[in-house]
């Protein structure tokens, strides 16, 4: 599906989300500090994780394109070793978003390069690991938020944009559904509509025109109301489904988490 916002808004957002999330580690009493949605991190750890992802998407947004990551950016990246002194940490972490918005306005929106993602939706080249660094960035602040017992909505735009990459490139697939086919419908509260069809020949994610939130309740086996940004908590495991409108068999949410198609 094609990008709701543009490359030069997606490079302001990877740098608005990781100064957010550098304030809220500035701000913690203290980087051993529990994150509840990752439980086996401390806030440490969670820094150590956005800044090296920051790092290793620079590395491969640099090299171009390629059928698999550099060796030398995944031997960098198993050997990272941040500094343990928060100031020197901050700093670091600065220095690792500012090598990946180097890297990407280098390469601009359009340069090729291997991702995870190679069967989805979503294009392999820079543009594509923009969008998805502004999410995994602002899922994490959110982490950071939960850490401190002040979590906060993802930013509008950022989270309409954010539930369609999520879409286009976590669960867009030729893989074939193990189960009986299923229609999942989320209807946004921002105007913006998306089904999800899942079945023998995969999974395929589209945006349906803003009247569709108005069809019957029959139209998908389960149809979901809620913000953007909560759908794209939920999908990422960081709030329960009791948090938004559910009709339908709320159960095939199971299904779909559980489901993990072999490329």
Excluded at 62 to 86: D, F, K, N, Y
Excluded at 176 to 181: F, G, T
């Amino acid at each position: 599906m094609k990008n709701n916002l543009a490359f030069s808004d997606l490079l302001r957002l990877i740098d608005e989300r990781s100064a957010a999330f550098r304030s809220v580690v500035a701000s913690a009493p203290g980087l051993d500090m529990r994150v509840p949605s990752c439980p086996e991190w401390t806030l440490f750890d969670l820094v150590q994780h956005l800044g090296g992802g920051d790092r290793f998407w620079a590395a491969i947004v640099g090299s171009g394109p390629a059928a698999a990551p550099p060796a030398e950016a995944v031997a960098a990246r198993a050997a990272l070793v941040p500094p343990r002194e928060r100031e020197a940490l901050l700093a670091w972490l600065d220095e690792s978003t500012l090598s990946l918005l180097d890297a990407l306005r280098e390469a601009g929106p359009e340069r090729g390069c291997w991702t995870w993602w190679g069967s989805s939706q979503s294009p392999q080249d820079s543009g594509g690991v923009a969008r998805h660094r502004v999410q995994e960035t602002a899922v994490h602040t959110y982490d950071a938020q939960l850490a401190l017992g002040d979590p906060r909505p993802l930013p509008d735009g950022l989270a309409v944009d954010g539930f369609d990459e999520f879409l286009s490139t976590c669960i867009a697939t030729p893989c074939a559904w193990p189960h009986e086919p299923a229609v999942f419908d989320f209807h946004a509260a921002e105007g913006h509509s998306w089904r999800l069809t899942i079945d023998g020949a995969g999974a395929r994610p589209t945006r349906l025109p803003a009247a569709a939130a108005g069809e019957g309740p029959d139209t998908a086996d389960v149809t979901v109301r809620g913000t953007a940004g909560e759908f794209v908590l939920f999908m990422y495991d960081r709030i329960k489904a009791d948090s938004m409108q559910i009709d339908g068999d709320a159960g095939l949410f199971d299904l779909l988490r559980a489901w993990e198609p072999e490329e």
